[in-house]
């Protein structure tokens, strides 16, 4: 398996990324970690390269199935605008993760998995089981609505 | 081609944010393709800021404590050894050697095969099982029994060769063995040695003698025979023992 799957910081990244809330975050993080190490124990850990993620993936699915959820509604989409690099700049990465965290899924794992970098597009949809169309159609679509809420969140950048 | 483009679109849209993510070759076609596109350009800058962001997003120090604890996470190590103490290798690796040694006992059981060796086996067991009295008496050399063979059964060329002429004879029958084949067996006081007379084996397409040159040994249960083969008829001594047991009747052809 190669390092770079198991790139354990990505991981809890990506455990943020899907909930958005560093404590839950971390409980799933932790509850992937301790069953992988039950398994390791009994050598019974997957062949697959990046099971951990598929793993977290299902444990973060799980932990947010329960939880209120947001009245779906038709966010608004804009352009990627040439100065949206220095609007994203100005984001703490915790406003991110609650705006990606918000998506609804299959959009907010696709956002998280693309933006950790990690993962290269095959990855991605053998990871969260899409079609290229889907995989390329939740990206654009994501991209669009950060920016209408980049926008909406720094106008006077938006504007220059 | 429509759909050609549709697909770079797509694939576009998924474009890796750093190079290190190198994408397979229609990815590279794509990018080739988009190269100098303000869009693209745009497309890229926004992805790499926002992944620019989550490379700040910090880890708690009870998480980073995972990190150091590399044996929780073994890389599975892959070893001969290992692989070896497998019970399924283990199983499938004794069933292998298995198949293996019968192919090989096979092969060389059969190594020393010409035509005739089957019966010529069948006859080593008949004459491990015979009895003096199961025999005609007969008192005489053994070269000399052709004449009855031809004169008493219609047997044509069944002589025993000069090397084993000159023994003297206990007894000797003719019987037909299960596919009716004429059998000559001869019972001779030399080592208490039998001597077979049996048809040569022939061609099922053109009726052929199928040859084979000089003596071959056959071995079953203990006996060991020396066939050979004269005027479409296999002779065949047999003795209880080992091939050194016959090997001196056979070393010194007789005029």
Known sequence: ?160 | MLSLMRRQRFLLNCAPISANQSGDRSMRLALSRADGSVEFANQQKFDRAVSGVVRLIPIPAESAEWFSEKDLLPVSNWTWKKMVRNPAVLAISIAVAVIAGVFVFNFLSHLNDFPGSTTARKLLTIAASTRPVMLDPVNAEAGTLSDLFFMKHGLEHYDVPPEFADFDTIGCRVFEDDESRRIAQIWVSEKRMQFFLFPAERDSKTGAVLRFPGWRYVHQEGWTGAVTLQSGVCFMAAIRGPDKDLEPYLAKPKE
């Open chain 1, 1 to 160: 398996m190669p390092d770079r799957k198991q790139n354990l910081p990505q991981l809890y990244r990506f455990c943020f990324l899907m909930l958005g809330d560093p404590r839950k975050a971390q409980d799933v993080f932790h509850a992937t970690l301790r069953d992988a190490a039950q398994r390791a124990a009994h050598g019974e850990l997957p062949s697959e390269p990046f099971w951990l993620f598929r793993d977290a993936r299902w444990r973060c699915m799980e932990a947010t199935k329960t939880d209120l959820q947001p009245e779906s509604f038709k966010l608004d989409e804009h352009e990627i605008a040439p100065q949206a690099a220095s609007q994203i700049e100005r984001l703490d990465p915790t406003q991110l993760a609650i705006w990606i965290s918000g998506a609804p899924d299959p959009q907010r794992s696709v956002l998280a998995l693309f933006y950790l970098d990690e993962f290269d597009y095959h990855e991605i949809l053998d990871l969260a089981d899409l079609k290229l169309s889907e995989l390329s159609r939740l990206l654009v679509k994501g991209r669009r609505q950060l920016q209408a809420w980049l926008d909406a969140k720094f106008p006077q950048l938006g504007e220059v």
